[in-house]
């Protein structure tokens, strides 16, 4: 029987992932099928007894449900109760079971990359939950200083004191991350500033930064954030939000399927959707 897959969200009609799991399926030949469910918040109970009652096989989770979710799976992996959201959950015989790829995704776009966290000074932008995923995947990697600039401090405190893994790291306000960028060799933007459509705008700018600095901002649309511009014109290397969501789609297709797949044919898939 063909097995389902699929992603609930509020939105959802703009996922791409039903495109890049469902071009996956047919390049390994996989009798499977990825659908994408547009879930309100009030229905989410009623959603994942009905994805029981039809055995899913394996469904991500985006906006506004990855916290949401916790309470009704089976079990959660422990990076994902450490960072409170799931993204990916997969039915091992009838056991919903809860993951976060986002950071993972984060961090392995980032050596595709060819760049290292261990003893490098990173910055990271923002505090939410994307923020928070990352910070965590990052932190276990051992950098020397993982500071956040958040525009509500309160939120950043919240993701450094909930971190399991101790890293030196301080808040920073706008002003002074963006008196300091020269201190960091990895800055990574994880707020929604200067995504399609408020494309002017960004949260930091770039005046001065430290030589062979890598600047990365989750966001694929656009594909060069103001941000990212910037960053360029300072002589950085960048690199935006495709890499992170391709990867967290590898991850979820491997634990899915027991398939690493091909990244390149995801990451074109992806781009052809985006026009
Ligand atoms: P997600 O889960 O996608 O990361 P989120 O939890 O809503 O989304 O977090 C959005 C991030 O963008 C936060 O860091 C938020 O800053 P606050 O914590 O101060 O709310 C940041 N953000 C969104 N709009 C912003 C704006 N206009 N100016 C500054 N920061 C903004």
Known sequence: MKKLFGVIGDPISHSMSPAMHNDLFAAYSLDAHYQAFHISRENLTDAIIGFRAMGIAGFNVTVPHKEAIIPLLDELDPLAEAIGAVNTVVNQTGKLIGYNTDGSGYVKGLLNQKQSIKDKKVLIVGAGGAARAIYFTIA??????????????????????????????RVLSRPDAEGSLETYDLIVQTTSIGMH??????????????????????????LETKLLTEAAEKGAGIQNGIDMFVYQGALAFEMWTGIGPDIERMRHKVLNQLG
């Open 140 to 169: 276990k990697e051992g950098p020397e200083l993982l500071d956040i600039c958040n525009r509500t401090p309160k939120r950043a405190e919240q993701i450094i004191n909930d971190c399991p893994f101790r890293v030196p790291a």
């Open 197 to 222: 459509p408020e494309i002017g705008q960004s949260p930091l700018s770039v005046h001065k930064l430290k030589p062979g600095a890598f600047v990365s901002d989750i966001i694929y649309n656009p």
